[in-house]
């Protein structure tokens, strides 16, 4: 079985105690290292506890590291799990405190951290929650192309009003240039509304209105597509059962894919004993 | 029958008058405390009528004192009622005065008093009020799992972004901390959009506008799912009509569960006579 | 025929030339009354055009006064009408003009004008749009009990949340008083946030936070409930023709029931010759 | 074939590759168009570039130009292009820079150009995007009665709100006038709320309330009704495969009808050689 064996078992699996343990740990870590990421940020909290804090990140950071290290090493073919889409925010998250004494503005980095809590999906794909989520995604994906369509008519309606806007009500009343009466116009248009902006003149007024009741109708249409599309995913749940034999955490050693049926010896996409 | 199941008769049911009548009384008393502790917290309203209020505290407080005792003594397993939902909803009610002789802070107990507004869904029982809002809830319940993975996604969708605007808007705009940047974005994303606090860079309002085109999209999700579900338990009620016999609103003496046939003599889970 | 009887057709109906003339002119009127009332409160529109408005509104108001004369003279029961929905709104929309040499304050009554604009939907029962707005108002009175029971749930959450934050922020942030603190928590859980009061402190933004996700999610439940209910009522429209003979816009002359089949000679409600 | 035909094959039609190449550059000719207007009224930009943008514009204004009478010659009938949506839109969108010379205002043309970026949609009708939002827009089609209905619904709802409150509020907290005052009940209805307007009284916040309320469940109708027309006609896909036989893109010479068949030798409509 060997040792390689053993760490991806650990490390990529959720099967055994040891593999759940792991990703229990993993993900209290990224946890920490968000909410110390956060609480650095506030100014008097920092002042008080920056110490304690630069060695929380250490500890994290060479935790990071170590596993990044295991990862590559523990399966067969390295170079696909780097530039993996996980491969890579693993990578984004252990380096920015490396960077921190190279590049001044390397803080940025640290938001991608965050991204490492989507890791909590792997773990709780224990239970039943994937199933879930991949059904949600299903419908998201073949809706795709028209919420496309939905989204890029939304912006060009927003150039053409955010155009109009600016030329209705000027400098004055803060619509200072077409990208601001843009951004305006989707502001309003969301039914979001910060009222930073806000048109003075009668007829600015007037058209913003019906900015607002075409924003507040045009939503339907998102929630009509993603409904309907549910509606036909959520029916293929009990005509093909198919789609739900029970699978396990287990990664493909050589070619890192998911999703193995229970007991399955072989991986269903290259062949390799798992 | 005896002293104790009269009382539980009137207090727990509302199938004779004097049940009805308690239950109509009791929900005209929970909506003037509720609307005493409002009057009491503005400032001109108070000064005028201060000691009025203090009377009408007292009296119900002690109505509330005399009903919980009352609820206690009269069913059989009166733990199972203290623990309850209603039992601490009830218990907490009753004694902010009390505790306001000993704690300064225990006015916070007075908002829950709100919850038992809540009661009224029992009082409506009587109609077919229950019916509608259990369809409702078995859908909301039916479809938890999804629409926590939902929420779950939309708030790291929340850090990652509220992290960013942090690093392109800075101090200066009022993105102040992370986790204020935070706050910002899930009022953003969420179209609350207060505008107490708004991007001021060109970057930043772009990447503002990417935010309130995903929360004016995301919501398609929430309320696709909610459509499926309710329209799966909606369709129930035509086939099998099994769910809908009729039902009254007494509840056992013994382990007071509800929802009992109409005409049942015997309590459907611990046998009890009813 | 009788002359009654060729005022109510008049009046009352749209099959006819003049019906339709007379329902055309009384919408224009209509109208022309509400802009009137709307440029009458911009003070400098009305420093300039003070007496014209003045002369319009009394050529309305005598217009109204007789129409409402006619109609409650072409019927055979006046008091059906005069009690009726546009019974009473008719003569509201018809005194205020008397009644402002009367009572200082009876412009209140102007805003009851608008309501008359309702009558375009008596004029364009003549195309297929009645047939849509019955199907919709069909739709949402079969869901009324399930909306009332979320209405109602959305108000003791309001009732909870505004208590919990005026505790929290307290007077400094704005949140003076607990009514007021609702007034907040409904702006926040409806999504509008105007921003004139918002949370100050770390823990209030918390909440707030959590109050907006909550009102970002609980839209779908109406949503659901309404799309669901439409569903089945556009699905009958198909099924069980009969609900779509033809109709036409005669009222009975005796008893003002409307929607009568095309060609019918009797009042299918009290049996009267239409 | 001869030079027009040539010409109608590269400007009208996508399926050769000069006809690709023809559309992606003029694609890219109308961004770049839009984002130097864009650029230019940005003061501190326009003042370093200001040559640079004017040069590109005269250089797309020839180019626009050029395809304008390119467009007109090449096809049999040009007036029907002329006269056509599109062939306004083009010619609106060619005439701004000349008109600078004559009219001082005439910059307000350029809002026009935006509209041009809907050529997208006939470029990506090579893959299958315009299935999907022809989907889309026969559902919003069948809807629009019903859309109407409710929109008219909000309206007459804003009038009457608006007036009752400018009534209530009056000129001190910003409601200045009705016209003014219904601007503010649509802002609060679509739950957009900018907060430049807010009320100040407590019955004024009470009816605020009512008005958010109602503005939050009204949008579950829109909703409701596109969700169940865009079902049906996303039904249809399968049942009716006659709708969906692949077309391509060419347009008829004569009468610049659009989706043939492909291989159709003839113009379905006007029976001319394509």
């Known amino acids: 079985m060997g040792l390689r064996n053993r760490l991806h078992e650990i490390i990529y699996e959720a099967d055994t105690p040891m593999g759940k343990l792991f990703d229990l740990v993993l993900f209290f870590l990224i946890l920490l290292s968000v909410v110390v990421v956060m609480l650095e940020s506030v100014g008097h909290i920092d002042a008080k506890y920056h110490d304690l804090f630069l060695k929380i990140e250490w500890g994290i950071t060479l935790f990071f590291t170590l596993e990044y290290i295991l990862r590559i090493v523990s399966v067969k073919k ?25 590049f001044a503005g390397s ?3 640290l938001a991608v951290r965050a991204f490492r809590l989507l890791r909590v999906f792997r773990i709780l794909k224990l239970v039943k929650f994937l199933g879930e989520a991949s059904q949600l995604s299903k419908a998201l994906r073949a809706s795709r192309a028209k919420i496309l369509v939905f989204v890029y008519t939304v912006l060009i309606l927003s150039v053409i009003m955010g155009t109009i806007m ?26 979001v509304g910060y009222g930073d902006i806000a048109p003075q003149t009668t007829l600015g007024q007037f058209i913003a209105t019906i900015i607002m009741v075409m924003g507040y109708g045009i939503i339907a249409v998102p929630t009509g597509i993603v409904t309907v599309e549910y509606a036909k995913h959520s029916g293929e749940k009990k005509t ?8 396990n955490t287990q990664a493909c050693p050589n070619c890192s894919v998911e999703n193995h049926r229970d007991g399955a010896k072989y991986c269903y996409n290259c062949g390799d004993l798992l």
């Open 107 to 109: 803080q940025v980095l």
């Open 78 to 102: 390295p170079f696909r799990y780097i530039f993996s889409f996980y491969g890579l925010i693993d990578l984004l998250a252990t380096i920015p405190l490396y960077l921190s004494y190279i």
């Open 166 to 191: 600016y030329q209705i009500e000027g400098e004055e009343s803060g619509f200072t240039s077409i990208p601001r009466s843009i951004y305006w116009t989707i502001v309003t248009l969301t039914t």
């Open 240 to 247: 093909s059962s198919e789609s739900y034999v029970h699978t």
